[in-house]
């Protein structure tokens, strides 16, 4: 996949066993492309809360068919997640209000046409800024791709800035209350995970959320930079000032 217009990831299926049984039998999903012994070992040592492990000599019961069956099965719906985001947004689900008109809760996210356009900008460009109007799923998509980066691009930082600690809060919120319903197959483990920050350590990633004041963010090594209804910014011109090193080093600004 092209994670951002610049950064190309592939995903991979790695199955290993040995004859001397000097390794276990499995199969993990993996970013290394193995085919010698030396990229062989760096798949077997990166971390994946996601994987099938058998004795080499165990038999094969039909239990235990079907149990790789079942993991490897996961294992490519995550690697077909990493490699597209529009597929990611498949299992994506958002929460909304209940109205007069609508019984709200949980429903699936739905890419109409205006994010589609959005999403294609994402994928391409590094500079965005979107004239938008409220209650269109922009921010939601926003915060889809914010958690898709964190999930699937190793060493991902980004920053969401919102006009006040409440707005940045309920930002990040939204990246949390789509990863709460994703499968557990492509969650992974979290932490830290408070209002204002969640990671995934085995990616050595992580999301944050500032209010914008003067100096929000300053000290901060970015891949992504959001700003949120940034007309509303006291310090929107400080804050895109002092994003330069993310920009030269060809960050998002969004």
């Known amino acids: 996949s092209d994670?951002?217009?610049?950064d190309e990831l592939r995903g991979y299926m790695l199955l290993a066993t040995s004859h001397d049984g000097s390794i276990r039998t499995f199969g993990k999903p993996t970013t290394i492309r193995a085919v010698f012994w030396n990229t062989l070992l760096l798949g077997l040592q990166e971390e994946s809360d996601h994987q099938f492990m058998?004795?080499?000599t165990r038999k094969w019961s039909d239990a235990v068919a079907e149990e790789a069956r079942r993991v490897m099965g996961m294992a490519v719906e995550r690697i077909k997640c990493q490699a597209s985001f529009v597929y990611f947004l498949s299992f994506c689900k958002i929460?909304?209000?209940?109205?007069l008109d609508t019984p709200g809760g949980v429903i699936p996210f739905e890419l109409w046409p205006h994010l589609r356009t959005t999403t294609s900008a994402l994928l391409t460009e590094q500079l965005i800024a979107v004239i938008k109007a409220r209650q269109i799923g922009l921010s939601w998509l926003i915060a889809a791709y914010t958690l898709w980066k964190a999930l699937f691009a190793e060493g991902f930082v980004a920053i969401l800035f919102s006009k006040g600690e409440v707005e940045a809060i309920e930002l990040l919120s939204k990246?949390?209350?789509i990863y709460n319903q994703l499968p557990e197959y492509l969650k992974l483990k979290l932490l830290p995970d408070s209002t204002t920050e969640f990671g995934f350590p085995s990616m050595s990633s992580s999301v944050k959320a500032f209010p914008s004041t003067e100096n929000a963010g300053i000290s901060f090594a970015t891949s992504l930079?959001?700003?949120d209804e940034w007309d509303y910014h006291?310090?929107?011109?400080?804050n895109y000032l002092a994003s330069k090193p993310?920009?030269?080093a060809g960050g998002?600004?969004?």
């Open 246 to 248: 993310t920009r030269d």
């Open 175 to 177: 990246s949390r209350k």
């Open 95 to 99: 929460v909304s209000p209940p109205t």
């Open 252 to 254: 998002q600004f969004i």
């Open 234 to 238: 006291p310090y929107a011109e400080e």
């Open 225 to 227: 930079i959001v700003c």
């Open 54 to 56: 058998m004795k080499h």
């Open 3 to 6: 994670l951002g217009g610049w």
